[in-house]
């Protein structure tokens, strides 16, 4: 087995473990078209509805409770079939434990070589 994937392969998250694109999540501090305000989280979010690519930009008040890397680096979600059980067999540097951010959703956040994926 190689440590490395060619230019044409998908990466291991995609192909071994079924992980599914949801969206590119990108920090901004331009109020943005149709924004919505999540109130507990003191941010606004925009795009996502309405972009074929899943792209949603965030802007964040200053004191929102979001981690500081999810608020200057964009980063990358993925569905996975079991939240749990992936936070638990995969070595994951996890920054923000399963949450709740809308009726429905249920996240967390890791941090890989300097990035957030959620």
């Not at 599914?20 to 941010?43: A, C, Q, S």
């Not at 979010?45 to 680096?73: A, N």
């Not at 990358?76 to 949450?99: G, Q």
Request: hydrophobic share 35%.
């Amino acid at each position: 087995m190689r440590d490395f994937r060619l230019d044409e392969e998908l990466p291991l998250c995609i192909v071994e473990w079924r992980r599914r694109y949801h969206h590119l999540g990108i920090p901004t501090t331009e109020k943005k078209p149709d924004e919505k305000y999540l109130v507990h989280l003191k941010f606004y979010h925009s795009g996502f509805p309405t972009s074929p690519y899943g792209i949603e930009w965030m802007r964040f008040e200053e004191d929102s409770p979001i981690p500081y890397l999810v608020q200057k680096v964009p980063h990358l979600a993925f569905e996975v079939d079991d939240l749990d059980y992936e936070l638990a067999n995969r070595n994951l540097n996890v920054i923000t434990p399963p949450n709740l951010p809308s009726e429905g959703i249920r996240i967390a956040i890791i941090e890989y070589n300097e990035a957030q994926l959620n």
